[in-house]
């Protein structure tokens, strides 16, 4: 079970990288058509959003772990251990039930969304709004992960 996590991990690692890179060659693109060649292309500012936005919430959510999260920690670093380990599982717990509550709100909206387009690439708003489901589950998942952590001491998931 291991291998399989740690394997997917790394194809979330992947999918970021090709979103940095089309977002990089859209945003050349779009410096050369525009500041070279005197003939601006308008999908590409478009694009480089998406990839933006998608790349924050699918790296949010899949691969960011939680120790190289930026966190202003200066009280909880100031706690000792069992202290932290309360604060952890509280925080975990909130985390958990308020995204949990909020995921059919959120599924309603993403689906509801079908019915409008992006303005130059044409792609339907539920399909670019579907990270935020991956990022949304992800996010229950990982702080699920660190209630339990904090309730029972022990490690789950893949630090890799």
Request: no cysteine; glycine share 6%.
């Amino acid at each position: 079970m291991r291998r399989l996590l740690v394997w997917l991990r790394r194809r979330a690692e992947n999918v970021l990288s090709a979103l940095l890179v089309a977002m990089f060659v859209a945003f050349m693109l779009q410096i050369v058509t525009r500041y070279v060649l005197n003939a601006p292309l308008s999908w590409t500012a478009e694009f480089s959003t998406i990839a933006w936005v998608w790349g924050i919430l699918w790296g949010a959510g899949l691969v960011l772990r939680d120790e190289e999260e930026i966190r202003f920690d200066v009280i909880y670093g100031l706690m000792p251990g069992r202290l932290r380990r309360i604060a952890d599982a509280i925080t975990g717990a909130a985390v958990v039930a308020i995204f949990t509550w909020s995921l059919p709100a959120m599924v309603d909206y993403v689906t509801f969304m079908k019915v409008e387009r992006s303005a130059y690439l044409g792609i339907r708003f539920d399909i670019l709004y579907s990270v935020y489901l991956v990022f949304a589950v992800a996010t229950i998942i990982r702080h699920a992960l660190i209630a339990w952590r904090a309730v029972t001491g022990r490690r789950l998931g893949v630090n890799a």
